[in-house]
């Protein structure tokens, strides 16, 4: 393999393996700051190593490896292993690297999933809502400040404190990276699944670069929703949150052309839909509304997407029922992005003018500023409308608010289908 190769291979294994990397280096040093810079380090060292020795056949346990050795050398160099684990520091006075090991073995065994325990971290009560979103969102995504500030609708600054503040407030409390019991888990449990969900439209809808999705991080939200079906049995938004995700991740494969084209909902091969995936999400809302929960968020956004799995083509979606939930939506958990996207369903139900009168409603709200799917939506419906100049100026407009190169190019081709 080419040097240019091994390390695009390294840098591809490493954006897979970070939040696995954090999760696991933080409950070993307890510090999140400090684990960032141990997985850091193990970039560094397979930067330097594989394109001499290949890839290993497991990338990740390599890096984890190597990372937790840099630890445990720094515990020794100064000292943290005595005051943190006053036992292994005594074993690891003049040990070998069997004894390593054992220690190794001995720091990873039992508290379950160690992703999931450091995102209940983040989601401690002694930190703001922003600052948990924020954080697990750096720490498991891997976004950088300015993407997470574009996904919040804040600016880079605001995050980036909020950030700082949050990984020194859990220092500083000196908590535990693990899954809490009991009450102490159903405190943080909406904390936790607004962030799963987070994580997931990050993965579903990139916010900048040159890929339109991040299969990835749905990967991994959808694997925590569903660990956090099996510790919360009886809680409806776990499955509202988990029936959401599983039935729009099934639409991931046909939201690019082979190019990696944008394909928006109404012109996907539906063919290409996971049914799989239907079926599971289909399972889990039913559970959600079994339990009572079917006016929850997360349920009604499941029961949405649902509207959309079941329409065999496009012009068979139920769009007054889909703007109906929007009306319910809106009632349980009223945001200016529901009111969007409530404008959108009553436009495809109703007619463009419909969605005009509701998007002007909003036109003006703070957190819509700068937000590319505001004129985007605005200048379909006037492109709808047969108003081409105006669509024209709108799709325009939503091109230069989106970072993400596909949405650029797809909303750029609708402001040329205007015409001049």
């Given at each position: 393999m080419a040097a240019s190769e091994t390390e695009k291979a390294i840098e591809a294994v490493f954006r897979i393996e970070r939040a696995r990397l954090i999760a696991g280096l933080a409950r070993m040093v307890r510090d999140v700051d400090r684990a960032e810079e141990l997985a850091q380090d193990a970039l560094l060292t397979a930067l330097a190593e594989w394109p001499k020795t290949g890839v290993p056949d497991k990338p990740g346990a390599w890096l984890m490896a190597a990372a937790k050795r840099r630890a445990i050398d720094g515990f020794r160099r100064d000292k943290m292993l005595a005051r943190k684990h006053g036992e292994i520091a005594?074993?690891?006075?003049?040990?070998?690297?069997?004894?390593?090991?054992?220690?190794?073995?001995?720091?990873?065994?039992?508290?379950?999933?160690?992703?999931?325990?450091?995102?209940?971290?983040?989601?401690?009560?002694?930190?703001?809502?922003?600052?948990?979103?924020a954080l697990t969102l750096r720490l498991v995504g891997g976004l950088t400040t300015d993407e997470i500030a574009r996904a919040f609708l804040s600016n880079e600054p605001t995050v980036a404190q909020r950030i700082v503040r949050a990984k020194k407030a859990i220092g500083k409390a000196g908590l535990i990276f693990e899954v809490p019991r009991g009450q102490e888990r159903d405190k943080r449990l909406a904390a936790v699944l607004e962030v799963v969900y987070l994580i997931f439209n990050e993965g579903y809808a990139a916010t900048a670069g040159e890929d339109l999705v991040r299969p990835a991080l749905c990967g991994e939200a959808q694997r925590l929703g569903r660990i956090l079906a099996g510790l919360a049995p009886r809680e409806p938004e776990v499955?509202?949150?988990?029936?959401?995700?599983?039935?729009?991740?099934?639409?991931?494969?046909?939201?690019?052309?082979?190019?990696?084209?944008?394909?928006?909902?109404?012109?996907?091969?539906?063919?290409?839909?996971?049914?799989?995936l239907i079926r599971r999400g289909f399972a889990a809302l039913e559970r959600a509304e079994m339990l009572g929960g079917a006016d929850g968020p997360y349920a009604l956004q499941a029961a949405l997407a649902a509207c959309h799995a079941?329409?065999?083509?496009?012009?068979?979606?139920?769009?007054?029922?889909?703007?109906?939930?929007?009306?319910?939506?809106r009632q349980a958990k009223p945001s200016p992005v529901v009111d969007l996207n409530r404008a959108v369903a009553h436009a495809m139900a109703f007619g463009p003018e419909a969605g005009l009168r509701l998007v002007d409603e909003i036109a003006d709200a703070a957190a819509l500023r700068n937000y590319a799917p505001l004129p985007a939506a605005r200048g379909d419906f006037l492109f709808r409308a047969g108003r081409m100049a105006e669509a024209r100026i709108e799709f325009e407009r939503a091109a230069t608010l989106t970072r993400n190169v596909p949405e650029q190019a797809y909303l750029r081709g609708r402001a040329r289908a205007c015409g001049g």
């Open positions: 005594r074993e690891l006075d003049g040990a070998g690297d069997a004894s390593v090991e054992r220690i190794e073995a001995a720091m990873d065994d039992d508290i379950g999933d160690e992703l999931l325990g450091l995102i209940f971290t983040a989601c401690h009560p002694i930190l703001s809502p922003e600052a948990r979103a499955f509202g949150l988990l029936a959401l995700m599983e039935i729009q991740a099934s639409r991931l494969a046909a939201r690019m052309g082979p190019d990696g084209a944008f394909i928006p909902l109404t012109e996907q091969n539906r063919a290409r839909w996971d049914q799989m079941r329409a065999r083509k496009a012009e068979a979606t139920d769009w007054p029922r889909i703007a109906a939930l929007y009306d319910r939506l």
